[in-house]
């Protein structure tokens, strides 16, 4: 007579010993999602999951969590932040490594000891133009201004040091060099022959912005783009350049 009695195991989960019996086979899940895990989800859309935060069992087999940071591992893009999904297992080492060495290219650490989980990094500062471009690539939110005068967004890819010298922050930036570019150039015709001298003690009448407003002065000392040889040159060209003024101001 054969006693062996062949048990079908569901998927993630393992026989609980301490409380099952011979009448009554119970099941725990193999592996229970806790703070600093790293885990997994399967489907159409596989993502490995910085576990922040274990939350509850689901009916049958899984858990919820809240993911501190989620990398989609069909686009290696990562997201930091609260979301809650369900996962069935923990992430393979391979995984965990994939989730780890993007959390260090974006300048963060993954402590599981470390309350907080992931911190970021103290950044090196670069120390040269050229180290500046090859750790930072660009991006689609800087712009520059192409031959037309026009405004583009940069393609994400390596920053040359030499071709994107050009480049500005954000279309905001990139829209208020260019207004800057035409404002120097109707200074120049506006004063003529006439250069402000900031080591001598003589006055010179100025627009710049304080507390996001436009601001008249006379100054000696205060060296300001928009300097002019008399206050009537200065108030003419307020008048006529106000716009342009006011796209520039980010750069005044």
Do not use: H
Not at 30 to 47: E, N, S
Not at 66 to 84: F, H, Q
């Amino acid at each position: 007579m054969n006693n062996e009695i062949k048990i079908n195991v569901p998927e993630g989960m393992e026989i609980d010993k301490e409380n099952s019996t011979f009448e009554c086979i119970k099941f725990k899940p193999k592996w229970i999602p806790r703070k600093g895990d790293i885990a997994t989800t399967r489907g159409p859309f596989p993502q490995v999951i910085l576990v922040k935060d274990y939350i509850k069992p689901a009916e049958y087999i899984g858990f919820k969590v809240i993911g501190l940071a989620v990398l989609s591992t069909s686009s290696s893009s990562l997201s930091l932040g609260e979301k809650a999904l369900w996962v069935k297992q923990e992430a393979s080492d391979l995984e965990k490594k994939m989730l780890i060495d993007k959390l260090d290219e974006l300048g963060y650490t993954y402590n599981p000891n470390d309350t907080r989980i992931i911190y970021e990094k103290e950044k090196k500062l670069p120390k040269t133009w050229e180290e500046f471009c090859i750790k930072n690539p660009t991006t689609q939110r800087e712009y520059f201004i192409k031959t037309d005068s026009t405004l583009s967004p940069t393609n994400p890819s390596y920053r040359d040091s030499i071709i994107d010298a050009n480049v500005l922050p954000s279309r905001e930036y990139a829209k208020a060099m260019l207004a800057l570019c035409k404002l120097i150039q109707l200074r120049d015709c506006y004063n003529g022959d006439w250069k402000p001298d900031w080591s001598q003690l003589d006055w010179k009448y100025v627009l710049y912005f304080y507390q996001d407003r436009i601001v008249d002065q006379t100054t000696c000392y205060g060296n300001t783009v928009l300097s002019f040889k008399t206050a009537d040159l200065r108030d003419t060209f307020y008048k006529n350049f106000k716009d342009l003024i006011e796209e520039a101001k980010l750069l005044l």
